[in-house]
Structures are given as C-alpha cells and as structure tokens.
C-alpha cells in the first residue's frame, strides 16, 4: 500500500533543544495525525489537522497541515527527557474511504 | 475522555494454537481497526469493520480472521498461531463522520513459540 515518508528515522538531541520532523508525500491529504508511541504501549494522539494552512499547538507541540496537502510537520519545543518515544505521522487520503496511511517513525531521544 | 481496551497486554502462545485479541471502544464508534506493528515495517492494517458483521480486508489479511457481533467490540482471530506472527497488536476505532481520528488501545504483545 502506499506509505508516507517521514524524516528523520531518528533523533538524538540534548535536554532544551527544539526539534522538528515532517512528513511528505505525491497524493493529496485531507486529514494529517501526530501519535507519540512510548515503549510498549498503544500510540497516542497529539495534534489532528483538518484543513490545508491549519497550525495547531498542544503544550510545547505545534504541528501544520501544508499548503499544498501533501505534507506536515511536527515541532517540539524545549525537549524534555519524557519526549522520549516514537513519532508517527498518519493521513488520510482526498477521496479515500476510512484506513489511515502511517509514516514509519521518528525515533526521539533526548539526554540530559 | 476516549478509551479503547484490549484484553490482554502479553500473551504466549504455541504454534498451532487458537488465538482470540479482543478489543472494546466506549466511544460509540463505527469503525475499527485491527494493525501489527513489527521494528522497520510500522503499522500494518490487518482488517477493519465499519459496522456490526461488517469488515474488509487490510494490507496483510493472510492468517487472520475478525469477528464483530457488538459494535463496542471487535475480535482478532490467529486460527493457527505461528512464529512469524509474533509482533505487537494494537487495535484503534474512529466515527465515521468527517474527522476520522483513530484513538488506539493500548496495545497487545503476543509471542508464538
């Protein structure tokens, strides 16, 4: 099936620092998710996008739907050491029925 | 405040073996989802259901089957275990209005031996 590319695969950053990761793809979006997934446990949601140019904050979070609806972003702000854990990007496609599209993952680690 | 449950969150099991993943929603969701999740591949969806005894086939039905009487209810099926399904199972449900946001349980690690 079709997959989105999210970069990077991994982090390594130190306590403070922000961070950035994004998601892309060729197909059109109408629906960007942001789950954290900490070790052995079910993904969480962060932040939901709804419409093209939408920015959105949760706490120290901040994600957008792109413009052209074939990418988003996420941003973190001040890293802690509880930021650790996995990133997944999910999307739903323009015209699609109800399956989300899940990027691989982006790997965080943060060391104080 | 949404919740999805899953039966178990570690189960062992020997090749051959019936196996039964149960998960529930309380939000009155329609649809439901069943996805393993193994290190490099991500999630994969196995089967969904958009309503009672309703469901459709996701990317990697092969080996499984899923059971939905109850709409709160959505039921994994391994009908013979084996090694290669050892992964973590998470189960998720949406509405079918236009937000689709999937919310996922907390997820069920299962090893065949």
């Known amino acids: 099936g079709q997959q989105l590319n999210q970069s990077p695969q991994s982090m390594f950053i130190q306590e403070g620092e922000d961070v950035s990761m994004n998601c892309t793809s060729s197909?059109?979006?109408?629906?960007w998710l942001w789950y954290k997934q900490d070790p052995g446990e079910g993904p969480v949601l962060l932040i939901a996008?709804?419409?093209?140019?939408e920015l959105t904050s949760n706490g120290r979070l901040t994600a957008q739907f792109g413009i052209t609806r074939k990418d988003s972003f996420l941003n973190i702000s001040a890293s802690i050491p509880s930021d650790v854990g996995i990133y997944f990007c999910a999307g739903q496609l323009r015209f699609s029925g109800t399956a989300l599209i899940f990027g691989k993952g982006t790997t965080l680690s943060v060391s104080s | 405040d949404v919740k999805v449950t899953q039966s178990s969150r570690y189960l062992v099991k020997r090749t051959g073996e019936k196996v039964f993943l149960e998960c529930v929603q309380d939000m009155d969701h329609e649809n439901m989802f069943w996805y393993r999740q193994d290190p490099g591949l991500g999630l994969r969806l196995i089967y969904f259901?958009?309503?009672?005894?309703?469901?459709e086939k996701g990317d990697i039905p092969e080996g499984y089957s899923v059971s939905r009487e109850k709409k709160e209810r959505f039921s994994l099926i391994l009908e013979s275990a084996s090694t290669n399904q050892t992964s973590m199972y998470l189960c998720?449900?949406?509405?079918?209005?236009?937000?689709?946001?999937?919310?996922f349980g907390p997820g069920t690690r299962l090893l065949v031996l």
């Open positions: 197909s059109i979006f109408n629906t």
């Open positions: 996008l709804y419409k093209a140019g």
């Open positions: 259901s958009y309503d009672v005894k309703m469901k």
């Open positions: 998720a449900s949406s509405t079918t209005g236009g937000r689709k946001t999937q919310y």
